[in-house]
């Protein structure tokens, strides 16, 4: 039985001022009328009925979680005492999932990701399915064709051909130098790292178990709660102390048993204001606006008001300008590190009201 999980932890750092921790990023509406999280159930509830989906969140945004999906049942809301990176998340779902369904598959996904159109998500999903029924020990990834040299993705290498549009997975590369993407796109043979993943539940608690022992015995002390109504409890004890670690460095770089699909679908990873740019279409100068605006010699730069609030500027070029009711930020555009060092810095000064 196919199950669709959504990892929705994650507080959008990237995406300050408008992501917030009592609001993040997955919970905002940034294109059409759905947040974030929604346009992620939405984009398989078709297929995948409710009560096959779950999410992984923060205990901060339980609450957010069942207003934006009120359609999955709340013991299907695994909620992190604490953020542990994506291999205790996904091993957390595994555990429960494979309680409940002990051949479960699963299609991991973020609650960030824009993918269209809808129905080429569903047969690349339906390949994968095809794969794992072929091959229960199969692990299968999506790699998306780069359309640019972008720096901001990680990258899959692709090795033979195992069919049509099915790849084995040759290397895993890190976040590029913009020569290196350059040359990647070039190669033809790399994909940006979709972080989408289909696998069976009880292989990938295996795997965990196998590279990740300490991890694995975690999630193992677990099972004995899964069924019982003080889980959460026993999760509190239990979660901070697992290993803070991806599931890529957790399993995947280490495993050779690995297939990636072609993805046949367009992808964005809404991780920093850079997403906006890729989304919204420009002006004559180049300019990306969202809000009121007006400028004079501003070229290529990015804009985000809210509240009818105006934005003017003169000789702006590459720069970041977002407004919220509390705060503004003015950057380069595409410093994310300085965005990060920012936030950081209004923690170290006591200012959580603006975070």
Request: charged share 20%.
């Amino acid at each position: 039985m196919l199950h669709g999980v959504i990892i929705a932890g994650g507080v959008g750092t990237r995406f300050w001022p408008l992501s917030r921790q009592n609001c993040p990023k997955q919970f905002l509406t940034v294109r059409g009328d759905s947040s974030l999280i929604q346009s992620a159930f939405n984009l398989v509830h078709p297929w995948i009925p409710a009560t096959q989906m779950w999410v992984v969140t923060n205990r901060r945004f339980a609450a957010l979680t069942r207003e934006h999906l009120p359609q999955i049942d709340p013991f299907r809301i695994l909620q992190e005492p604490c953020g542990r990176n994506t291999a205790p998340a996904i091993g957390l779902a595994a555990l429960r999932l494979h309680v409940q369904d002990p051949e479960a598959v699963m299609l991991v996904m973020s609650a960030d990701h824009l993918i269209a159109p809808a129905e080429a998500f569903r047969e690349n999903v339906q390949l994968g399915l095809s794969l794992i029924q072929r091959d229960p020990r199969q692990l299968v990834l999506f790699g998306v064709p780069p359309s640019d040299p972008a720096t901001g993705f990680g990258y899959i290498e692709r090795g033979k051909s195992l069919q049509a549009g099915v790849f084995d997975v040759q290397a895993f590369h890190e976040k590029p130098d913009r020569s290196t993407a350059d040359r990647y796109v070039r190669e033809g043979r790399f994909f940006w790292n979709c972080g989408i993943f289909m696998w069976r539940a009880s292989e990938i608690l295996q795997l965990i178990q196998k590279y990740e022992p300490e991890l694995g015995n975690a999630l193992e002390s677990l099972r004995p709660a899964c069924r019982e109504p003080d889980w959460q409890a026993e999760l509190e004890h239990v979660f901070p102390e697992m290993k803070s670690i991806s599931i890529d460095y957790a399993v995947l770089e280490h495993q050779p048993h690995l297939a990636v699909i072609e993805a046949k679908f367009n992808w964005d990873d809404v991780g920093s204001w850079e997403a906006i740019a890729r989304m919204q279409p420009t002006d004559a100068q180049g300019n990306t606006v969202q809000g009121q605006h007006v400028g004079i010699q501003t070229t290529d730069c990015l804009i985000h008001s809210t509240n009818q609030h105006l934005i003017a500027t003169i000789g702006l070029q590459d720069f970041l300008v977002v407004h919220t009711p509390d705060a503004t930020l003015v950057a380069r555009r595409g410093d994310e590190q300085g965005i990060r060092q920012l936030v950081s810095l209004l923690q170290q000064q006591g200012a959580e009201r603006f975070l």
